[in-house]
């Protein structure tokens, strides 16, 4: 294994790891939902590929990146096994390197990336899982279709012979006060719900990818299925 900077103990990034299980276990029998209902989302971006391999060490596989090029790096280092999901604002002219290489894409907030990913899997005879990225805030800062635009790009996107929808993602502004972001939580379930009552065929809204490591039981309580935590497994970046 690799050298790594700011390295964190395995029985550090181990036991960061339960304890976060146990809160979403926690926070999914509290809202009356099956534990086995969220996926926990390990962040992994600017963490050295050694931190990863420590992870999956401690019984984790499903591993979030905000970067391309880092993501294919650490590809490259980790196991075949672990899932790689795309969580940050892609590019459509970096589509061609995460191709076949993530399992599922969060950030997808207009059709032109739509139909790249569609392109480049293609290309591979295969079909890619998305979440379309949602922006309820309107923060500018932040990337994502608006919630008006949601249902049409979802229309748009459905056509696409190699994506499959497969729910919704949205990032909350931050918040020191966790149950500030909630009401953002709820109605992201509520748009999905109203998406799926669409009965559009291909889609499904199945996922909802939200909360991160100062809010996720608030999401969780609000139907969160995919959460993305990052500092509290690895540290401060």
């Known amino acids: 294994m690799k050298h790594c900077v700011n390295w964190v103990p395995w029985m550090s990034i181990a036991s960061n790891l339960q304890g976060i299980r146990d809160r979403v276990r926690s926070a999914a029998l509290a809202a009356g939902r099956k534990p086995e209902a969220v996926r926990l989302v390990a962040v992994s971006k600017t963490r050295p590929a050694c931190d990863v391999l420590e992870a999956c060490l401690a019984g984790h596989s499903v591993f979030g990146e905000n970067y391309v090029q880092e993501l294919v790096a650490k590809a490259a280092e980790v196991p075949e096994t672990v899932e790689w999901h795309f969580i940050g604002h892609l590019q459509g002219n970096k589509v061609k390197q995460v191709a076949g290489v993530v399992t599922m894409i969060h950030s997808v907030d207009r059709l032109s990336l739509a ?69 953002f939580f709820a109605e992201l379930r509520r748009l999905s719900q109203r998406i799926a009552a669409e009965k559009i065929p291909g889609v499904e809204m199945r996922e909802l990818s939200m909360g991160m490591s100062g809010d996720f039981e608030a999401a969780i309580q609000e139907g969160a299925t995919l959460v993305r935590v990052g500092t509290s497994i690895f540290g401060a970046r």
Request: hydrophobic share 40%; aromatic share 4%.
């Open 115 to 183: 139909e790249e990913v569609s392109r480049q899997w293609g290309r591979l005879g295969r079909q890619c899982d998305i979440l379309v990225q949602v922006n309820l805030s309107g923060e500018a800062s932040k990337s994502g279709t608006t919630e008006a635009g949601a249902l049409q790009l979802v229309r748009d996107v459905s056509a696409l012979e190699n994506v499959r929808i497969r729910g919704l993602m949205t990032m909350p502004p931050f918040f020191d006060n966790p149950e500030a972001a909630r009401p």
